[in-house]
Each structure stands twice: as structure tokens, then as C-alpha cells.
């Protein structure tokens, strides 16, 4: 039988792995839906990505004052999202 103690720390453990799992997946859905939006090429050179390829970029870039917001997000190769930086797309 297990101690209390031991009840007590597989149960933390559980909970702890559950709450950091429900922000993956949710973060992920979102990154799977703008893949699928931007149909799996980034947005920028139009090359065909494999979702573990694709990185998201803020469009109008957070030190600019873009938002957080899903809409502001775009798929994108690692190349492009190094290269554009925090610039404006029509800058880049």
C-alpha cells in the first residue's frame, strides 16, 4: 500500500503533467490551424513545409506594437522568420 505521502506527490506529478500538456495542445492547435491556413507553405517564399518545419512569425512583429492575436500570426520557414526579423513585411 502506499504511504500518504506517496499519494500525495503521484497526484501533484499528475496534475502538474496534465495543466502542461493542455497548454501544448492548445498551443499547437493553434499552430496546426494557421498551417493548414496558410496551406502548409510559408508564408513568405511559398515553399512547402512539414509542420515540424514550420514556425510561426507575428506579420506586423510585437516590437512594433503588432498583437498576439491568431490573425497577426503566419506559417513560416526558419529561414524566412531569421531573415525578416522584427521588420515590417513591406520592409523586408
Known sequence: AKTADEFDRHSYKTSIFSRIGWFFETANKDKL??????????????????FKQSTLDHYYPRSLGGRGEIFNLVNCCKKCNEEKGNELPEDW
Open 33 to 50: 490551424y494557421i498551417y493548414y491556413r496558410e496551406n502548409k507553405r510559408c508564408f513568405y517564399c511559398g515553399k512547402t513545409l512539414l
